[in-house]
């Protein structure tokens, strides 16, 4: 079947790094996209990898190894209204597949 | 610029009413357009999508079904809700086949099914 796992939740402290990572199962893979979901509301657009490598937008940048099935996001200089979750998601034809979501904590 | 509306943006329903959620995209052509609902604290379940007018595939055999009446209209409905029906409905459109980018989301409609 087809499948995104990533971790449940991560904390981190206000000004840090995180790395949220996924890794996932699927066929007829395009490439990785990453969405961040506040409390009530729906999800935005962060990044898309179509190829290997990193991408990089202002904070956050993501990464994928297709060899590996893997990729993650980072997000850099931690801000409290970075408290959200974050979606990995992978498609193929006319869908996408949304990983479970982590939970980002952040600690002042 | 595009946009996206959905509506209700909350609904409290009985068991076994029916459902009508609508969906419209403002400002391209021909998108693409996804149903999905959210449980509470859990990921987005991909529940339809539609390429074209009239075009549904159903991800998930259950008692509700999809319309696309008009090019940018999308429309969720069953015609008798289940308690297991409450949850997060979002739409969403993307110009693209879904898994080369970027979708974009409406609102939700939080339906609470008792």
């Known amino acids: 079947g087809q499948s995104l796992e990533q971790p449940s939740e991560v904390t981190a402290v206000e000004g840090a790094i995180v790395q949220i990572n996924c890794t996932y199962q699927?066929?007829?893979?395009?490439?990785l996209s990453w969405y961040q979901q506040h409390d009530g509301g729906a999800p935005t657009f962060l990044s898309y990898n179509a190829l290997d490598g990193l991408e990089e937008t202002g904070r956050f940048s993501s990464f994928l190894s297709r060899s590996d099935s893997y990729g993650y996001l980072l997000l850099q200089e931690l801000q409290m209204k970075d408290s959200a979750s974050y979606f990995c998601?992978?498609?193929?034809?006319?869908?996408?597949?949304f990983g479970k979501g982590t939970r980002l904590h952040i600690l002042p | 610029s595009q946009t996206i509306h959905q509506w209700p943006a909350t609904l409290v329903q009985p068991v076994g009413s029916p459902l009508s959620l609508e969906c419209t995209v403002e400002g391209t052509s021909n998108p693409n357009l996804y149903w999905y609902r959210q449980a509470a604290g859990r990921g987005l379940q991909l529940l339809f999508y539609?390429?074209?007018?009239?075009?549904i595939s159903s991800e998930v055999p259950q008692n509700l079904s999809a319309s696309r009446p008009q090019d940018r209209q999308f429309i969720l409905s069953s015609k008798k809700l289940l308690l297991s029906d409450s949850g997060f409905y979002l739409c969403a459109w993307s110009k693209l086949l879904a898994g080369a980018g970027e979708q974009f989301f409406g609102p939700g409609t939080r339906l609470t099914v008792l």
């Open positions: 539609s390429v074209g007018i009239g075009q």
């Open positions: 699927t066929s007829g893979f395009y490439g």
């Open positions: 998601a992978g498609g193929a034809d006319d869908k996408i597949i």
